[in-house]
């Protein structure tokens, strides 16, 4: 097993923009869905963009929707997350997530992915 690999994380001001991209380069020819996590300290995992490589169709959370943009190379099995006009509340460590489920009836389902990244961290000041 190899796990994704994130990197693109650090410290932006609020109203700054910041983008996380992510490799998984085990195992290319079984992953159909890649997605990000975030998890703030005290708080649970949640769910914040994905992306079905079959047809590029992309999800995203209510809170993040018309600022973030998730992107991907499927031959690659690489992702990104372009994160614009981030707020303090979009502080967390966020998680690169791999799923070889061929169809997710939710994609916002932590338990749905079955490979994880250790996490690139985001702090938003304000």
């Known amino acids: 097993q190899v796990r994704p690999v994130e990197s693109g994380g650090g410290l932006v001001q609020a109203g700054g923009s910041l983008t996380l991209s992510c490799e998984h380069s085990g195992r290319t020819g079984s992953t159909y869905y890649m997605a990000w996590f975030r998890q703030a300290p005290g708080k649970e995992r949640e769910f914040v963009a994905g992306?079905?490589?079959?047809?590029?169709?992309?999800y995203y959370a209510d809170s993040v929707k018309g600022r973030f943009t998730i992107s991907g190379d499927n031959a690659k099995n690489t992702v990104s997350l372009r994160m614009n006009s981030l707020t303090p509340e979009d502080t967390a460590l966020y998680y690169c997530?791999?799923?070889?489920?061929?169809?997710?009836?939710?994609?916002?389902?932590?338990?749905?992915?079955?490979?994880w990244g250790q996490g690139t961290q985001v702090t938003v000041s304000s």
């Open positions: 997530a791999a799923s070889t489920k061929l169809w997710l009836a939710r994609v916002s389902l932590w338990n749905a992915y079955d490979y």
């Open positions: 992306i079905r490589w079959s047809g590029g169709t992309t």
